[in-house]
């Protein structure tokens, strides 16, 4: 079974952000004095930001901003957003988060103020503060549900959660979330760019769900609990079933019924075993049991499953 820190170990690496502000950025003084003009380039994630046209940024960066050393900040969208940029860049998150806070809350009626709020959620997850990030995430994904980069959010979200899985011996409250928001990228944004690393991530989460499960499953058996212990390797056989975990589930659901004398229910799991994974180790030791008490005819372990051609369903 996978635990958090393999998981941890696979996800994608920091994304790498590019944005090149190719007009000139003239920035107007109020007592008067001479405009200045300089060429800057900026970063945002590659993942989903797209080339600003020249004209959209013309329009923004016209104006005066001074920025106060804490507390409220004051300027235009351009000085706001340029700044917010500039510390991200810098690695300065907590000042990138709030300028773009900031810009948001100045201008919540401008384009920019979406785009503020992608941002706001990117530096905060850059930074660590997942709760945080996915705070902005959820106004994003609530107040812009046709917006283009939705699909971005919710991969986002799930990654914060994801950041979090907890070992399996421990609460999966976070590995159901990342699970929830992975499912939601590849249920409703198919053909996104990022519904190939999401699939991957809800398959890993999938596994992890599975591993609680069987963890607590092997409780119950070693407390000779086998009917607590059934229903918690049903659950993985049924819920599962795709993962790594559903192999030992059945073998472990072979040894539950036995305990119980209930036969038909372990030769019916045995079988299950073998005609899906007749190479396993599980359905080795499945096999052994079930000759053992006479169960299933000896020497015929690689056809004996096969003949009866028995599904998951035949388990509910």
Avoid at 111 to 122: D, L, N, P, S, V
Avoid at 248 to 262: I, K, P, T
């Amino acid at each position: 079974m996978r635990t958090a820190s393999i998981l941890k170990h696979m996800m994608p690496a920091n994304f790498s952000v590019f944005l090149a502000l190719r007009s000139a950025r003239t920035y107007l003084y109020a007592c008067g004095a001479q405009a200045a003009e300089k060429h800057e380039k900026f970063s945002r994630p590659d993942v989903f930001f797209k080339l600003m046209g020249v004209s959209m940024v013309a329009c923004l960066l016209v104006g005066c901003a001074t920025a106060k050393p804490e507390g409220e900040l004051t300027g235009t969208i351009g000085s706001l957003y340029n700044d917010g940029m500039d510390a991200l860049q810098k690695g300065n998150y907590d000042a990138a988060a709030h300028q773009f806070a900031e810009l948001e809350r100045q201008y919540p009626y401008s384009g920019w103020a979406t785009r503020a709020q992608i941002m706001e959620a990117y530096t905060e997850y850059k930074a660590g503060n997942f709760e945080e990030s996915n705070v902005s995430l959820e106004r994003f994904i609530r107040q812009n549900p046709g917006h283009p980069d939705l699909p971005y959010a919710f991969y986002l979200k799930g990654l914060n959660h994801y950041n979090r899985l907890t070992d399996v011996m421990r609460d999966q409250a976070q590995t159901r979330l990342a699970r929830d928001a992975f499912q939601e990228v590849v249920n409703r944004f198919p053909t996104s760019k990022y519904a190939q690393d999401a699939k991957l991530k809800l398959t890993l989460t999938e596994d992890h769900l599975a591993g609680r499960e069987m963890v607590v499953g092997r409780f119950y058996q070693q407390q000779q609990q086998p009917l607590a212990a059934i229903n918690r390797f049903k659950a993985v056989v049924k819920d599962y079933q795709t993962t790594t975990q559903a192999p030992e589930a059945l073998y472990r659901l072979v040894e539950s019924y036995l305990s119980l004398g209930v036969t038909d229910e372990a030769q019916r799991a045995g079988a299950i075993l073998g005609y899906n994974y007749p190479n396993s180790d599980w359905y080795a030791k499945a096999y052994d049991l079930l000759t053992g008490q006479n169960l299933a005819p000896k020497g015929q372990r690689a056809t004996w499953a096969q003949k009866l051609k028995r599904g998951v369903e035949d388990l509910f």
